[in-house]
Nanobody, 120 residues
């Protein structure tokens, strides 16, 4: 029923750019906050950026000024534009979506993840 699907990961050189996309579907009540998280080998999963249905954004300090999160509510899609990429940005990036499943209940759903590798 509910699906959260990421795309856009890949290999890029330091200083390069990538754009990730995440489409959420399966809810008849729209989508609330959506966000991006990442997890590098041996490290905890960490918040990258979030965006509310109204467009309010929040970024991790490590990506401020380099990454931009945006969304298209008509398409239930969130994007992450990543510029000036660094090797330390290498991780699996996961999309999260808060999706109403009824008039009273909201649940968090995760995508399968997409690999981003920044290397020469």
């Amino acid at each position: 029923q509910v699906q959260v699907v990421e795309s856009g990961g890949g290999l890029v050189q330091p200083g390069g750019s990538l754009r990730l996309s995440c489409a959420a579907s399966g809810s008849g009540f729209g989508i609330n906050t959506m966000g991006w998280y990442r997890q590098a080998p041996g490290k905890q999963r960490e918040l990258v950026a979030t965006i509310t249905a109204g467009g309010s954004t929040n970024y991790a300090d490590s990506v401020k000024g380099r990454f931009t999160i945006s969304r298209d509510n008509a398409k239930n899609t969130v994007y992450l534009q990543m510029n000036s990429l660094k090797p330390e940005d290498t991780a699996v990036y996961y999309c999260n979506a808060a999706i109403p499943v009824s008039q009273r209940a909201t649940r968090n759903y995760w995508g399968q993840g997409t690999q981003v590798t920044v290397s020469s």
